[in-house]
């Protein structure tokens, strides 16, 4: 079984500034992947990010980046240059091939304040 | 078409009541899934469908009745529902990874949802 955990229920940031929310997961699977999802209260889910679990670049997408610590299983990811725009509740999730099924921690809200 | 549709955005229904939500999408995804989310919360999984099979139950009351009656479609009926069921109701899709079932999914793109009200 896999476990994802967020320790920052809420989190806040200035605009322009950066700011990283922390995820730690569990699993016994060596092939999964670990994604950030963002949803704000328009309520849509939306993929901001993938990793690959294989591979050990982080991955970036534009002002969203990843640290990917595969060892400490970790996998945080960091906002830079905030947008009002991102205010949302962030969810890390993880997948694995085998099961088919994404495995969500519980979720941190963010607020981005102008 | 990049996008998942559900239908109806919201949903008020009684505990009586029959009604379906609905899920389409045009993208050649192969699996579906259904999520209830409750406020604050992350989604939980209820169904999987792989290749309109249903392969995935995660022991849903029998009051919710999925059906994929073909690759691009997926619908959840609704009948004989308790308030505590009020929830946001997410669809997702995903494309197989190199084209055949047994090679996995990759990741889940989600509809805006059905705000689900039981009174």
């Known amino acids: 079984a896999q476990t994802v955990t967020q320790s920052q229920p809420e989190m806040s940031v200035q605009e322009a500034e950066t700011v990283t929310l922390s995820c730690t997961y569990d699993?016994?699977?060596?092939?999964?992947?670990l994604f950030w999802y963002k949803q704000p209260p328009s309520r849509q889910m939306i993929l901001v990010i993938r990793?690959?679990?294989?591979?050990?670049q982080n991955a970036t997408e534009n002002r969203f980046s990843v640290n990917f610590q595969k060892a400490a299983k970790s996998f945080s990811l960091k906002i830079s240059d905030s947008q009002l725009g991102d205010a949302a509740m962030y969810f890390c999730a993880s997948y694995n091939n085998a099961g088919n099924m994404l495995t969500f921690g519980g979720g941190t809200r963010l607020m981005v304040k102008p | 078409d990049t996008e998942v549709t559900q239908t109806p955005k919201h949903l008020v229904m009684g505990m009586t009541n029959k009604k379906s939500l609905k899920c389409e999408q045009h993208?050649?995804?192969?699996?579906m899934y259904w999520y209830k989310q409750k406020a604050k919360k992350p989604p939980e999984l209820m169904f999987v469908y792989s290749y309109e099979k249903l392969s995935i139950n995660e022991s849903v009351p029998s009051r919710f009745s999925p059906e994929c009656p073909n690759s691009s479609l997926l619908n959840l009926h609704l009948h004989a529902l308790q308030p505590e069921d009020s929830a946001l109701y997410l669809c997702?899709?995903?494309?197989?990874?190199?084209?055949?079932?047994?090679?996995?999914?990759?990741?889940?793109?989600f509809g805006p949802g059905t705000r689900l009200t039981v009174l």
């Open positions: 993208m050649g995804h192969r699996a």
């Open positions: 990793q690959e679990a294989y591979k050990q």
């Open positions: 997702a899709s995903s494309p197989p990874r190199f084209g055949t079932v047994s090679s996995g999914y990759n990741e889940q793109f």
């Open positions: 699993t016994s699977e060596s092939d999964y992947y």
